[in-house]
T-cell receptor, first 116, second 112 residues
Framework: DTGVSQDPRHKITKRGQNVTFRCDPI?????LYWYRQTLGQGPEFLTY????????KSRLLSDRFSAERPKGSFSTLEIQRTEQGDSAMYLC??????????????FGPGTRLTVL | QKEVEQNSGPLSVPEGAIASLNCTYS??????FFWYRQYSGKSPELIMF????GDKEDGRFTAQLNKASQYVSLLIRDSQPSDSATYLC????????????FGKGTKLSVIP
């Protein structure tokens, strides 16, 4: 399978615990994005990387959230001291940097987080 | 703040009919427009994109863009029950930001 993969697919945790999600983009895709989606809403942008550089972060990304893409390949998103409001689907998307306004983001299956 | 508005629905159409999904956006400088389909509990799946005024056809799907009216639509011809899903409109504004801004989605139900 050459699509975007995410691990784990589901995570249940207790409030106050730390969680880490992993995303493996489509091979050779330069850009990698993290979005969060809650029920009845569209995905909301969190952050994005071009290769290993984190170039943009949303105001939604509090200090408890951190993301890395150490070698420009896979990425991790960590949430520290989880809160019930963090319960959501966390989506990763990747995009090939072709320099066109029609560059397209392809989504992975998502990680569904439930904070008890 | 950049906004993308969609009628949340649900939109119900009989099998074989044309489904029309609409989207408006607030940022006049927006450059590219995307339609994603999302089945319940699944991630968004790209259907098509459009960046020039007019129509773009791909199989049973036609995207229409009117930048002057800041309006984009998706027509689904010969709707099938398998088309029942939430359709998300997403906008890329450019100007140094590569994020997509999504609407809340329109839930489509195709009745057999």
């Amino acid at each position: 399978d050459t699509g975007v993969s995410q691990d784990p697919r589901h995570k249940i945790t207790k409030r106050g615990q730390n969680v880490t999600f992993r995303c493996d983009p489509i091979s050779e895709h330069n850009r990698l994005y993290w979005y969060r989606q809650t029920l009845g809403q569209g995905p909301e942008f969190l952050t994005y990387f071009q290769n290993e550089a984190q170039l943009e972060k949303s105001r939604l990304l509090s200090d408890r959230f951190s993301a890395e893409r150490p070698k420009g390949s896979f990425s991790t998103l960590e949430i520290q001291r989880t809160e019930q409001g963090d319960s959501a689907m966390y989506l990763c998307a990747s995009e090939e940097l072709a320099g066109a306004s029609t560059d397209t983001q392809y989504f992975g299956p998502g990680t569904r987080l439930t904070v008890l | 703040q950049k906004e993308v508005e969609q009628n949340s629905g649900p939109l119900s159409v009989p099998e074989g009919a044309i489904a029309s999904l609409n989207c408006t956006y607030s940022d006049r400088g927006s450059q590219s427009f995307f339609w994603y389909r999302q089945y319940s509990g699944k991630s968004p799946e790209l259907i098509m994109f459009i960046y020039s005024n007019g129509d773009k056809e791909d199989g049973r799907f036609t995207a229409q863009l009117n930048k002057a009216s800041q309006y984009v639509s998706l027509l689904i011809r010969d709707s099938q029950p398998s088309d029942s899903a939430t359709y998300l409109c997403a906008v890329y504004s450019g100007a140094g930001s590569y994020q997509l801004t999504f609407g809340k989605g329109t839930k489509l139900s195709v009745i057999p």
